[in-house]
């Protein structure tokens, strides 16, 4: 069983930045490929970015590549996304997920275990 919490959400203006961070219980993170997802109001969740158990390959939606970056430190348990030039479309509930599989996923249904979740706000 692995628990995920979520920490660094919050109210920004576009163009600035913030950092996610997924804090994982256990003992065999690197086991665990790890997501990110949000969900907008009224919209469907969707994929935002994945990395391996031990970091070696990442991927990106689309929308978000090349302004957010995912990684990990295994040592430390914990997951990330740096979020850059931030747009208000990045407004939504992030959710970081595990999957007991080393290798990525982009899709929700790919992942095991999830985090209650962290707001993020951007206001143009």
């Known amino acids: 069983q692995v628990q995920l919490v979520e920490s660094g959400g919050g109210l920004v203006q576009a163009g600035g930045s913030l950092r996610l961070s997924c804090a994982a219980s256990?003992?065999?993170?690197?086991?665990?490929?790890m997501g990110w997802f949000r969900q907008a109001p009224g919209k469907e969740r969707e994929f935002v970015a994945s990395?391996?158990?031990?970091?070696?390959?990442?991927v990106y939606a689309d929308s978000v590549r090349g302004r957010f970056t995912i990684s990990r430190d295994n040592a430390k348990n914990t997951g990330y996304l740096q979020m850059n030039s931030l747009k208000p479309e990045d407004t939504a509930e992030y959710y970081c997920a595990a999957r007991t599989r080393v290798s990525i996923g982009t899709y929700g249904r790919d992942y095991d275990y999830w985090g209650q979740g962290t707001q993020v706000t951007v206001s143009s």
């Open positions: 990395i391996s158990g031990r970091g070696g390959t990442t």
């Open positions: 256990g003992r065999t993170f690197s086991s665990y490929a």
